[in-house]
């Protein structure tokens, strides 16, 4: 299958008041067209700051990462981010939101009444066609993410790329969109890196886990096959062996061998 | 930084004397349980007496205002009385837009003639100090040359400009329009440039993500960030403008509601005096208060 992004020893350092801090080092890691990774680890292991690399909103101190066999110098719409606190701008409705990244990417080969309709079918897509002429504080959490889902998968982009999306929603809202995550993804094959302290999260949804090991200086510790049929079904999978092993694998690694590290 | 928040600067709207506030509501709750003893039962009563509520203080500041002024009238000879005024207030708003040449005319056309200096020295001020706010805020190295020179150029009071006015134009009236345009230029350039400082990372992000053009970020993300914040500036503005307008028409002549104070002294017209102090006053209330629903229409919850 074609190689989406590709990171070969990448190294993310800040300055900081203390000089210099190492987040990551080391990290290496190849991602397939329509795949889903999830990157977990615990709390400050440098999850998002790999993310962020991936988006190109922060540049590796050292190493390189290709995206579709190009050097990421910057953010762009092809790769689209669902931010952890979704950043809608509260001045645009849902619609606008929306419409804002779509006429960005195809404003220039396409009529308006083509960008109207792209934007109205992702929206169709999150199911949130009642909601579009509201604004962002008019709406619940679970509903402003699905925005912000729709804003990005809007721009058709090569690879999705989510902060945490599902983190700061409670548990019920988080199922349910994880859910339509699963469908959506199913139905569009968008090739997806998800940021997630979520065990059962990233074995539901992910084709590949990687665990990363605590900082500073992290690198990849081991990458896990989840290796589940698709479609999949949150109630069947909770009596799966297959799915107890990767749950188990990953909990292995953060609790038992992580935090040994840590301590 | 001058940073100011919509809310803190929002004013009194009694126009009460210091001793006023404490006064006040102590004689609210002494009316209170009186109210609830003489009628104790009936909820009826209750049910009229909470729409008036709010206005019994102010109805209070009024009456206290009333008799302080009358009271002074008593022990300071030539300054005239509440009705006094009132009966003389009557006279001038029968016919406020006569005209008998140049310097006679009528309470609204001063009004107006103020309103119009003000109008245009704050224009113009807006159009210079917003977007000025704007670079000085997107630009640290416009900001490292703008912000001593602002320093330096903002604790001067208004009427110190006004020779330098009068001295480049050779004219009472832009002298004044000028002097209007220094004092309100000052928190426009400040509030916007805070305002463009403070706009969330995450939304900056966004539009790195999305690669807009300059002029999308600026239409879509920098204005509506920073609009109540340039609201903010533009309301300390018109409110320095309006306080500074007096003065100024007090020393350069004319038509305006400044020089009627100054030829209403001259005439020994004291009457008119507080008439005028009083349509100030009402004048720059309404300024402020329209420019506060307009901010708070602006304002959109991050939630």
Known sequence: MKKIVQIENAEMSFTTKQGSYTALTGINLTIREGEFVTLIGHSGCGKSTLLNLISGLTLPTAGILLCDG????????????????????????????????VERVFGRKEGAAKLKKRTEETLALVGLTHAEAKFPNEISGGMKQRVGIAR?????????????????????????????LLRIVAGTGATTVMVTHDVDEAVLLSDRVV????????????????????????????????????????????????????? | MHAVRIDEFAPSTEPVPAPAPPAAPRKMTIAAPAAATTSPATPRGRTLASPLQPLVPVALGIVLFIALWHAATLYASGLPGPLATWQEALKIFAHPFYQNGPNDQGIG?????????????????????????????RFEFLAGMMNPLIG???????????????LVFKRADPA??????????????????????????????????????????????LFPAVLPYMLTGIRLSIGTAWLVIVAAEMLTGGVGIGFWIWDEWNNLK?????????????????????????ARRCTHDNA
């Open chain 1, 152 to 180: 990005a998968l809007a721009m058709e982009p090569k690879i999705l790329l989510m902060d945490e999306p599902f983190g700061a929603l409670d548990a019920l809202t988080r199922a349910n969109l994880q859910d339509e």
């Open chain 1, 211 to 263: 665990m990363l090991e605590n900082g500073p200086a992290a690198s990849i510790g081991e990458i896990l096959e989840v290796g589940l049929a698709r479609p999949r079904d949150r109630l069947a999978l909770a009596h799966d062996p297959r799915y107890a092993e990767c749950r188990a694998a990953i909990l292995e690694f953060l609790y038992h061998k992580q935090l040994q590290h840590a301590a």
């Open chain 2, 270 to 294: 004291v009457e008119h005096i507080i008439i005028a102090i009083f349509v100030i006053g009402i004048v720059g209330l309404i300024l402020e208060q329209a420019l506060i629903v307009i």
């Open chain 2, 176 to 221: 004044a329009t000028w002097t209007i345009f220094i004092c309100s230029i000052w928190p426009m350039i400040l509030n916007t440039a805070q305002g463009v400082k403070r706009i969330p990372q995450d939304y900056m992000n966004v539009a790195r993500v999305l690669d807009l053009s300059e002029w999308k970020i600026f239409t879509k993300i």
């Open chain 2, 109 to 137: 056309w001063n009004i107006l003639s103020s309103l119009r200096r003000v109008a245009i020295g704050f224009g113009l001020a807006a159009a210079v100090g917003i977007p000025a706010g704007f670079m000085i805020g």
């Open chain 2, 152 to 166: 330096l150029l903002r604790p001067v009071s208004p009427l110190a400009w006004l020779p330098i006015g009068l």
């Open chain 1, 70 to 101: 190009r050097e990421i110098a910057g953010p762009g719409p092809e790769r689209a981010v669902v931010f952890q606190n979704h950043s809608l701008l509260p001045w645009l409705t849902c619609f606008d939101n929306v419409y804002l990244g």
